[in-house]
Structures are given as C-alpha cells and as structure tokens.
C-alpha cells in the first residue's frame, strides 16, 4: 500500500528524485545534500554534496539531463553534475542576492531553472558557455515580500510565484538569448522577461502567505495553498476565476496536481489529503490518503490506564502517537511515478525523518473515496 523510509531522527526539509526512481536526493536540516540509491528494501548512502555553508532550502533533480540544482539560506546555488566516475561536481550560479534564497525549481525543457528567495526577487538561471557558470536574469515588480514557492509553466516559458505578501503572480520568465519568441497562451501574449501576466491575491482581509503553488498538466489552471488553511484555484480559461476553500485542517505546506481535476495537498495536519476540481471551478475534500490506525501498546484496559494515569500523572505513553503514518508535518510531495495530468504514486517527505511513498492503486483497495479524474 505505502512504503515508508527513515533516515534517523532530523527532519528532511527537502526532496528530490531521479528519473527512473533508482536515487533520492534529500537533505537533513543542514548544509549537505544526501543521494541515497535503493537496493531492495533499503536506501544506501551513495554520497553527500557539500557545497553549502547555510541549511540548504531547495533541490530538484532534472530528469533528462540528471543535473541536480541545490540552493541554500547561504545565498548561493549550485548545479551538479556527475561525472564518468560517478561522482558529483558543482557549478557556480551567479545568483546576485542579498538574502537567502528559498527554492528552486528547473524549467520543464532543463535549459534554465528560477530561484526564489528573501531578495523580494526570483532569479532566472541559464547557462553562460563562455565562462562556464550560470548566470542569472532577475524578476522584481511588483514583489513586496520573500518569494516563498515556484513552478513552471508546461511551455517553459511562464512562472508561477508565491509570496509571504499574500499573493500568487504569473510571470514571464522568457530568456531571449536561448530561447525562441513564446506563442500566447491564455495567461496572455505578451511576454518580455518579467512581464506580470497576472496577479491573485489569498487573503484580501490579511492572514495567510503562500506556502505552495503548482501548475496544472495543461497550464491553464494554478492551485497554491496558503498558511491560513486555504486552498485556491485559478483558472486562465474562465477569465482568471478563482475559486477558494478555507478548510477545517491545520495549514498546507505543499501541493500538486495528480490527474486533470485532483490535488494532493500536504501540511502541518501530517496526512495527504484529496480534493476534487469540477468543470464551475468548485473545489471538493474527497479523502485522506492515510487510513492506518494507532496501535494501542498492549491493548489496555480502562483499569489499566487509570492505573497508569495514577503512576505518572498521565495517561499511557501511546496517546503520543499521531493515528498517522507521519509523525510530523509533512514539508514536500513529489510526483513519484506518472505525470501531473496522470500521476499513479506520490512521495512524501517529513519533520519526522520520513520518506513515503503513497501508490493509488494499491489505496484504492483500502481508500473508500479514492478516485483520480
């Protein structure tokens, strides 16, 4: 049903996997990046990156050209690349930053990746052949606050961005000197780099910065979730209408796309919940994907608890035991096989040192309103 991997005791801030799922990159709250390969049941350490000085904030692997890009709260990032000798090299990004950058994303043709950060800027990267380092193209107007989530557009050429100033903005991230001139789409025509092609605010009476944004498989449609529990919509179809549901859980810090009118949406409430997107916009809660149960330690008997309740002021030790696989905020999903249009297993990534994996047709099984359209 679920796979579930620990890796000690320290939080994974961050994941990231290669294209055949062989390898994982992830990070344990600190400056070093972590590859694990899988043999059999278990993960080995196959090597750690060590290039930052600060806790590294962002990975993502690309998948084609199997560069990993890392940035960190030092300000820097770094592209690796392995070598014929399966080792792992870094490259400069020339970043031009003054505060720490806070995520990364690769576009989806791997030419150039984008870099949020507490700059109030997103810095777009390509490759400078010349000198042999990434160089970078900034994007500030109108951002107010630190740029706290990324993704791109399907045509490689649109980004969408969130901030803890309580909006999400589409931006341009077109870069003339590699790229060929962007075709419309119904985000907008025009598209010089850093063009705002539009902008959604979360909260218009003020209380939740956006902690996750995704682009749906088409690109017509963004969902971001928002630290006041929110879960939003928008769709560039229907004249940029935005539908928004405030649910009862506790904050969302992660979201994605797994089939044409579902999410999958991650936080602090440390199980993955599912929500359905009709044709009007309508958002609706389907299911949790976690349906495994806490085990009583012993199955006590009410005499039992009071006589623990009456040793050690409390009840037994077990009622600190969440009914969930993870035992802590859930801090990233990734897409673990399938595409956003049609994804068939998702992995998770947790403040309890847990990586998941969650396969939908094994849940199907088990989960009543599992259902993916």
């Given amino acids: 049903m679920t796979e579930v991997f620990q890796y000690g005791v320290v939080p994974i801030t961050c994941h990231a996997w290669n294209k055949d799922r062989t390898c994982v990159a992830l990070s344990l709250n600190n400056n070093e990046v972590n590859i694990y390969q899988r043999a059999g049941s278990e993960w080995r350490l196959l090597e750690t990156l060590q290039g930052h000085d600060l806790r590294v904030t962002g990975i993502d692997w690309a998948a084609n050209t199997n560069r990993i890009v890392t940035c960190g709260a030092d300000r820097n990032a770094y592209v690796w690349t392995c070598g014929s000798d399966g ?39 390509y490759f400078e052949q010349e000198n042999n380092w ?8 109108p951002i107010r606050s630190t740029i706290t989530t990324l993704d791109w557009h399907p045509n490689n050429i649109l980004l969408a961005a969130g901030a803890a100033d309580f909006k999400v903005r589409i931006f341009s991230a077109w870069i ?4 060929a001139k962007p075709t419309p789409t119904p985000w ?31 690109g017509n449609r963004v969902c971001w979730v928002g630290h006041d ?9 229907k004249e940029m209408a935005k539908t928004q549901l405030k649910t009862e859980y506790l904050p969302f810090t992660s979201v994605t796309w797994v089939s044409f009118n579902t999410l999958v949406a991650v936080g602090h409430s440390c199980c993955p919940m599912l929500y359905s997107v009709d ?28 006589q623990s309740l009456d040793r050690t002021a409390r009840s037994d030790q ?38 998941v994996i969650w396969n939908f047709k094994l849940l199907e099984q088990s989960v009543a309103d599992l259902r993916l359209t």
């Fill in 87 to 125: 080792k792992w090299s870094p490259t400069l990004v020339l970043l031009r930053i003054n505060r720490a950058a806070t995520c990364v994303k690769w576009s989806p043709n791997e030419n150039k990746f984008a870099v949020g950060s507490g700059a109030r800027l997103i810095s777009v990267c």
């Fill in 134 to 141: 990434w160089v970078s193209k900034h994007i500030k107007k």
């Fill in 176 to 179: 003339k000197d590699i790229e």
């Fill in 188 to 218: 907008g025509a025009k598209m010089p780099l850093g063009q705002m092609m539009t902008e959604f605010s979360n909260s218009t009476g003020g209380g939740g910065w956006v902690n996750s944004v995704s682009f749906s498989g088409d």
């Fill in 229 to 237: 529990s929110s879960l939003t919509v928008a769709d560039a179809g």
């Fill in 279 to 306: 044709d009007m916009g309508k958002l609706t809660f389907m299911t949790k994907l976690d349906v495994s149960q806490r085990k009583e330690s012993g199955s006590l008997s009410a005499m039992k608890k009071f």
């Fill in 318 to 355: 077990s009622d600190t035991t969440l009914a969930t696989i993870h035992q802590n905020t859930i801090t990233g999903v990734a897409i673990y096989s399938g595409e956003k249009n049609n994804c068939t297993a998702i992995s998770t990534c947790g403040a309890d040192s847990q990586l």
